[in-house]
C-alpha cells in the first residue's frame, strides 16, 4: 500500500540551525514526491517537488529510493520558516492523480 | 484572480443538520478534491472530479456527497451531520499534466456539536 510517513509532530530548532524534517515513503513504482508547506493562518502551497531538483527559500529534498526517503533540508532556519510542512507522494488511478499527504510535522523555529 | 475559493470559512453544526461547502476556482482547472484535516492525520482526500458532471470517491467518503455541475464549481454536502464530522476542509484544484500541484483554497473550519 502507499503509505508516506513523518515521524515527527514536532521539530523545534534555533534561529540558525541546520533543519531536517523527515519523510519516507511506500510505493511500488516510480514514486513522485512533494513538499507542501502551510504558513500560519494560510493556505497549504506546494515548496518544492522532487522533480525539478531545486531548492525554494534555501529548503532542498533529495529522494532516495534506496532508502525510501524524500527528507527536506535547510542549512540554516530562520523564524519566518515557522511552519506546518507535509510530504506527498504522487499517484495515478481513477483517471487522475492523487495525493497521499503524510502526517505533517510542524516546524517552530525559536529566536 | 481570486484562485481557490471556499465559502464559508467557519461554520458551526448541531448533529443531524446538513450543510454544503462551496469551492469555486478560476484557473479553468479540470480536476478538483476535497480534503479534511484532522490533528495528527494529516490530510485525506474525501471526493474528487476530473471534469464536469463526473465525481469519484476518495479515501473518507462516508458521509459526504459532491456535485460538479459546473466546471468552476466543487460542492461538498454532508446530509446528516455528526461529531465526528468536525474538522477543516479544504478543497484544491489542479490541471492536466500538473498532477502533484494542487492549488489549495483556504479552508473551511466546521465544528459539529
Known amino acids: 500500500a502507499q503509505r508516506v510517513t513523518q515521524p515527527e509532530k514536532l521539530l523545534s530548532v534555533f534561529k540558525g540551525a541546520p533543519v531536517e524534517l523527515k519523510c519516507n515513503y511506500s510505493y511500488s513504482g516510480s514514486p513522485e514526491l512533494f513538499w507542501y508547506v502551510q504558513y500560519s493562518r494560510q493556505r497549504l502551497q506546494l515548496l518544492l517537488r522532487h522533480i525539478s531538483r531545486e531548492s525554494i527559500k534555501g529548503f532542498t529534498a533529495d529522494l532516495n529510493k534506496g532508502e525510501t526517503s524524500f527528507h527536506l533540508k535547510k542549512p540554516f532556519a530562520q523564524e519566518e520558516d515557522s511552519a506546518m510542512y507535509y510530504c506527498a507522494l504522487s499517484r495515478y488511478g481513477g483517471a487522475t492523480t492523487k495525493l497521499i499527504f503524510g502526517t505533517g510535522t510542524l516546524l517552530a523555529v525559536q529566536p | 484572480n481570486a484562485g481557490v475559493t471556499q465559502t464559508p470559512k467557519f461554520r458551526v453544526l448541531k448533529t443531524g443538520q446538513s450543510m454544503t461547502l462551496l469551492c469555486a476556482q478560476d484557473?479553468?482547472?479540470?480536476?478538483m478534491y476535497w480534503y479534511r484535516q484532522d490533528p495528527g492525520m494529516g490530510l485525506r482526500l474525501i471526493h474528487y472530479s476530473v471534469g464536469e458532471g463526473t465525481t469519484a470517491k476518495g479515501e473518507v467518503p462516508d458521509g459526504y456527497n459532491v456535485s460538479r455541475l459546473k466546471k468552476q464549481n466543487f460542492l461538498l454536502g454532508l446530509e446528516s451531520a455528526a461529531p465526528s464530522q468536525t474538522s477543516v476542509y479544504f478543497c484544491?484544484?489542479?490541471?492536466?499534466?500538473?498532477?502533484?500541484?494542487?492549488?489549495f483554497g483556504p479552508g473551511t473550519r466546521l465544528t459539529v456539536t
Open positions: 484544491a484544484s489542479t490541471s492536466k499534466g500538473q498532477f502533484g500541484e494542487q492549488y
Open positions: 484557473m479553468n482547472h479540470e480536476y
